[in-house]
Nanobody
């Protein structure tokens, strides 16, 4: 079974930056996509950014495009989210997720890392 462990969250001032990491291990399947999701206080979990594990193509929700950058290190089975120009509305628990080849969905999830943007 896959294990996903997020790290890098914390408290940051508006306009600041954080880099989240997600280390994946224990997989016996091929990864199609990995992505970042977030759950803000009082809201449902929503998509933030995704990356094709093979070709590196990316997709971002409009609210983070130009501020966040998703990347991956295939050899290390690690996913990253560089978050710049953070805003209070970015405050959320951030989760990484894996979509295995052939499923068409994100089947595996980490436990999340808290990002708080506040002055």
């Amino acid at each position: 079974q896959v294990q996903l462990v997020e790290s890098g969250g914390g408290l940051v001032q508006p306009g600041g930056s954080l880099r989240l990491s997600c280390a994946a291990s224990g997989r016996t399947f091929s990864t199609s996509y990995m992505g970042w999701f977030r759950r803000a206080p009082g809201k449902e979990r929503t998509f933030v950014a995704g990356i094709n594990w093979n070709d590196g193509s990316t997709h971002y929700v409009d609210s983070v495009r130009g501020r966040f950058t998703i990347s991956r290190d295939n050899a290390k089975n690690t996913l990253y989210l560089q978050m710049n120009s953070l805003k209070p509305e970015d405050t959320a628990v951030y989760y990484c997720a894996v979509s295995p080849v052939g499923t068409g969905r994100y089947d595996y999830w980490g436990q999340g890392t808290q990002v708080t943007v506040s002055s």
